[in-house]
């Protein structure tokens, strides 16, 4: 049976060990929070820092291969796993261009994938020397993580709001719509793409609010974003599980935000809503089978849930039943002992051929279920 490691134990990692369920695999986790989502599903659980090379280095020493669940590795320790016959997914060579914002950035210029123009700035007096290019986002080159990295500066006088580190300056877009495109790639590069996902976003906290598959964009833009996205994972040159997230403007134009090189939050809905989720699609390309089949059963949409404002401490939920009375949603609850405001506790699926059905039952969702601290 091939060992399997996975750097990081959070919810990915635990909805990557339901999968692996499934199939004749032995699997080990390594991180530094021994109670944390991913813990409790593994064959073997290893305490460590997913940042550290010596750690990484010696989880993934005896392992046929390693994969991640959070880009915050330490990719020199991947590189050496790689060289020293460990199959990385994705390649170490992929994830070094996409952990840092700069880079990646660089990479879809080099590779004429359409994506907003950018400066590159070191300081905030770097920064103040591009007022012209304003309105503009600006992304912190390393560290940065859901939505923390990320600062709009629409006039001068928001430069100080800016990052005084190595960063990129990205022309604002006037985003219609943000979509996903997760695709799979073997090892021998055959790609697979799932139906494209609409992500509504939050903007308060700047997480994902709720989000449904299939997009509801023209044939023409899907396909367009179809074509973008597979030129970036060729351009990774790969195996794995890719998540290309992109704009849609107002005049249809499709544009590359980012792209991880892992399972993804846009992806959750796969495992109820496709026949080959995220998930099972990453086992299958580590293992050496076939791809699975992307397509949809039904269109899905998730919600996720969020610590309330307001409640700090152990978790409690509140609404479960209500929600579970409600037909063809999916409950995932990711087993974090502690809540904390806007922090990601666990999503709902739901599956329905109406997508006013999936709108409806989405909103009451987020009206029904809520998770407070124990005591309150
Ligand atoms: P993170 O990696 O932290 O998720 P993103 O780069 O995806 O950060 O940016 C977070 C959000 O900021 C995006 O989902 C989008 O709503 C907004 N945003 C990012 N870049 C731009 C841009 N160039 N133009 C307009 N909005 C943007």
């Not at 998540?243 to 991880?260: M, P, Q, S």
Request: proline residues 5%; contains cysteine; negative net charge.
């Amino acid at each position: 049976m091939l060992k399997v490691g996975i750097l990081g134990g959070g919810q990915l990692g635990r909805m990557l060990l339901q999968a692996a369920a499934n199939y004749p695999v032995e699997t080990f986790v390594m991180e530094n929070e021994p109670d944390c989502p991913a813990a409790h599903l593994c064959h073997h659980f290893i305490k460590g820092d997913i940042r550290d090379y010596e750690d990484v280095f010696n989880f993934g020493k005896g392992l046929d291969a390693i994969t991640i669940e959070i880009e915050s590795v330490n990719e020199d320790a991947l590189e050496a796993l790689e060289t020293a016959g460990v199959k990385v997914y994705p390649r170490p060579s992929a994830l070094r261009i996409i952990k840092n914002k700069i880079r990646q950035k660089q990479f879809y210029a080099e590779q004429d994938v359409p994506s907003p123009g950018f400066v590159i700035t070191r300081s905030l007096q770097e920064l103040a020397q591009h007022a012209d290019f304003l309105p503009a986002v600006h992304k912190i080159g390393a560290g940065g993580y859901d939505g923390r990295g990320v600062q709009v500066i629409s006039s001068i006088e928001d430069i100080p709001k800016g990052f005084d580190a190595p960063a990129v300056l990205e022309k604002k877009i006037s985003i219609h719509k943000e979509i996903a495109q997760i695709v799979a790639v073997d090892e021998q590069g055959h790609a697979a793409l799932y139906p494209q996902v609409d992500m509504v976003f939050n903007p308060e906290l700047n997480l994902l609010d709720y989000q449904i598959s299939p997009a509801e964009l023209k044939d023409a833009v899907l396909w367009r974003a179809e074509a973008i996205a597979l030129k970036v994972v060729k351009a990774l040159q790969s195996p794995g599980i890719f998540a290309v997230e992109l704009f849609v403007d107002k005049e249809g134009e499709v544009y590359v935000n980012e792209t991880a090189p892992r399972v993804h939050n846009s992806g959750h809905h796969t495992i109820e809503g496709n026949y080959s989720s995220q998930f099972d699609m990453l086992w299958r390309i580590i293992l050496q089978y076939p791809l699975g089949n992307t397509a949809a059963i039904l269109p899905a949409a998730i919600v996720n849930i969020l610590g309330e404002e307001g409640y700090s401490g152990k978790a409690k939920y509140e609404g479960l039943p209500e929600v579970l009375e409600m037909e063809n949603v999916f409950v995932h609850i990711y087993g974090k002992r502690e809540t904390r405001p806007g922090r990601k506790m666990g999503h709902v699926t739901i599956v329905s051929a109406d997508r006013q059905d999936l709108l409806h039952k989405q909103n009451r969702i987020r009206r029904l279920l809520k998770v407070v601290s124990e005591g309150d």
